[in-house]
């Protein structure tokens, strides 16, 4: 935990995100319009629970994530990451404020520099979040250890590594910062099916050892259901729907929920969705979010699902 | 049984440079039947595409075909000169590759590339070439006035429709699929998939279909091979598959997808470090179901998960 950050306290939660709304500019040849990313975003984590943000491209889910690393700055509405403001934060407060939120990206390819061993790319972060450690060589083998890899990785270079150990490698700097949330973004997207489990079950076991709080964005519902406690589905920049996972899953309301659901590749599915009925949800999409008083109606208390639907109507 | 669509035998792929040769593809042997959908799975590197490239005698150099036959309607592809290989793509053998929607044409219209596809291959007027066109994005539903806009007024899943009504558009008996769906999100992809069923349905051709997918390809398929280091470790119909894999790398693929629904339990998947070398030949071990013996090692970068 470092300076920047208040120790969280029992019953405060780790992030809360109020009314957050993000919009960009998009021009055309005659006219620039705003596209709303986010609208009215409320979302609240508990220190050590996994969150996932699903939805289909364009939908805001990395946007969302991106506003939590302040790589985006919001229009309005105000983040807490354990109870402090994090709304206009720079400098050294900015980069504090980084070592104890840290990103895991897509793209494992991409994130490790090609022409340093890993052990270098270790060096560099423990130098930078934790600059009083005596002995780095120490840490950097409990990182690998900690991530499921032998300490020999340390004098590879990453075109030597597999793309599920290259992830393992991204996650084990990540964790040379210490951080008390971790946002992974689309995580497993790029590794190959048969070690994406591996990489999800590292996650579950930092958040169980650790307590670190954990924001998964992906587009695949099973994963999402897999690892997270609670699933917030979004949908054109709003979250329409939310709950404990297994629940969320077993009975979704909003029909984009439906949709999604109804869309997965599944065996063992007796029936799936026809173009009928597809095109009946994605109407009913339609009215739903075009509803002009649309609030959080409780499906199932105990297990937090909610759906936003127009209050005004039945 | 049915003469088959496509035999392939034995078929050896190496890239070779100067200082060694790599197997990309290693004895690999299937067939296909008419109107049957065949998925071939298996995680990068393991040879899936240069077995789909070999059979549209698409590779090009390092690679080389060194061993093996593929035997097409039991004509053999291998021995085809350029001009009848050039009459017999297309027409009879169709291939969709994996970015496919990026693969049209920028700078011109739908309909343009639509015609240029009809008369190179069967000639014949542009009105006429025009109304096959108009047809064929009405069978993938799309509105037929579309053939006057550019691929950039598409959307994704949209380009990926034209792209494989291009490849049916002169009825082939086989359609090759390489990854055609992993660019798109889950909804477009099942629209996808329907209509490459109704497709199939409408003029009856068969498919290998290419994907990592195993969730997907149990869905869609009628047969699967499972391919692991330019080997095919398991080749059994879909059912056979999903109820009782054999070999452990298929095992370890199907246990790598949670589900939807159920109880939540721990998956295992596949870790890291472990390989499986010493791939022996097929042998039959139930109806139709045939597996190759392996050896499975971890190495020393153990996984201590």
């Known amino acids: ?314 | 049984m049915s003469v088959p669509v496509l035999e392939i035998q034995d078929l050896t792929v190496e890239y070779v440079s100067d200082e060694r040769a790599v197997t990309g593809a290693d004895r690999v042997s299937f067939t296909i039947h008419p109107g049957e959908i065949f998925g071939l799975a298996g995680e990068s590197g393991c040879g899936k595409s240069t077995i789909a490239n070999s059979i549209m005698r698409l590779l090009k150099a390092p690679a080389q075909i060194t061993n093996g036959k593929i035997l097409f309607d039991g004509a053999d592809v291998l021995s085809m000169n350029d001009s009848s290989l050039r009459s017999w793509r297309w027409n009879q053998v169709a291939m969709v590759f994996q970015s496919a929607m990026n693969s049209l044409n920028p700078v011109t219209r739908i309909g343009e590339q639509f015609i240029d596809v009809i008369r190179t291959h069967r000639g014949g007027s542009r009105a006429s070439a025009l109304q096959r066109a108009r047809e064929l994005l009405q069978m993938v539903h799309i509105d037929p006035t579309r053939l006057k806009s550019y691929p950039h007024q598409l959307s994704g899943g949209q380009r990926q429709r034209v792209v494989i009504a291009m490849a049916c558009a002169l009825n082939p008996r086989l359609l090759i699929l390489d990854e055609p769906t992993t660019a798109l999100d889950v909804v477009v992809q099942q629209e996808i998939l329907e209509q490459i069923r109704e497709l199939q349905q409408e003029l009856g051709f068969a498919i290998l279909f290419i994907t990592h997918d195993m969730s997907l390809m149990l869905e869609l398929s009628d047969h699967i091979g499972i391919m692991y280091g330019g080997r095919m470790v398991e080749l059994a119909p879909a059912d056979t598959l999903r109820h009782g894999p054999r070999h452990a790398y298929t095992q370890a693929l199907l246990n790598a997808f949670p589900p939807l629904h159920g109880p939540r339990v721990k998956l295992t998947g596949l870790s890291e470090d472990t390989t499986f070398t010493d791939i022996q030949d097929l042998e039959l071990v139930g109806d139709n179901h045939w597996v190759a013996p392996a050896r499975k090692t971890t190495s020393a970068l153990g996984e201590s998960l």
Not at chain 1, 47 to 57: D, F, K, T
Not at chain 1, 89 to 114: C, E, K, T
Not at chain 1, 254 to 282: E, F, I, K
């Open chain 1, 1 to 314: 935990m470092t300076a920047a950050t208040a120790q969280p306290r029992a019953g405060q939660p780790a992030v809360s995100i109020r009314s957050l709304s993000k919009s960009f500019t998009a021009s055309t040849f005659l006219r620039r319009k705003q596209v709303p990313a986010l609208r009215d975003i409320d979302l609240e984590m508990r220190q050590g629970e996994i969150v996932a943000l699903v939805g289909e491209s364009g939908s805001g889910k990395s946007t969302l994530a991106r506003c939590l690393a302040i790589l985006e700055t919001p229009d309005s509405g105000e983040i807490r990451v354990h109870g402090k403001k994090i709304n206009g934060l720079g400098g050294a407060a900015a980069r504090r404020y980084r070592s104890d939120v840290q990103m895991i990206f897509q793209d494992p390819f991409g994130s490790l520099n090609p022409t340093f061993r890993v052990e270098h790319i270790l060096q560099r972060a423990l130098a930078l979040h934790q600059p009083k450690l005596t002995s780095s060589r120490a840490e950097m083998v409990r990182l690998v250890t900690t991530v499921g890899l032998a300490p020999e990785v340390l004098g590879s270079f990453p075109h030597e590594l597999s793309g599920g150990q290259r992830q393992r490698i991204a996650i084990a700097r990540v964790l040379a910062a210490k951080p008390s949330v971790i946002l992974a973004d689309e995580p497993t997207s790029m590794l190959d099916v048969s070690v994406r489990i591996g990489v999800l079950n590292l996650l579950h076991k930092l958040r169980d050892e650790h307590g670190i709080t954990i924001l998964y964005v992906t587009h695949d519902l099973a994963s999402a259901r897999y690892l997270a406690d609670r699933i917030a589905v979004l949908h054109e920049g709003r979250i329409v729907e939310s709950g404990e996972s297994v629940q969320l899953l077993d009975s979704p309301t909003h029909p984009y929920t439906r949709l999604l659901v109804g869309a997965v590749p599944n065996p063992d599915r007796d029936h799936s969705l026809d173009a009928q009925s597809r095109a009946a949800l994605r109407q009913q999409i339609k009215d739903w979010s075009e509803g002009r008083n649309l609030r959080k109606r409780v499906i199932n208390e105990e297990a937090q699902h909610w759906v936003l639907s127009d209050g005004s109507g039945a």
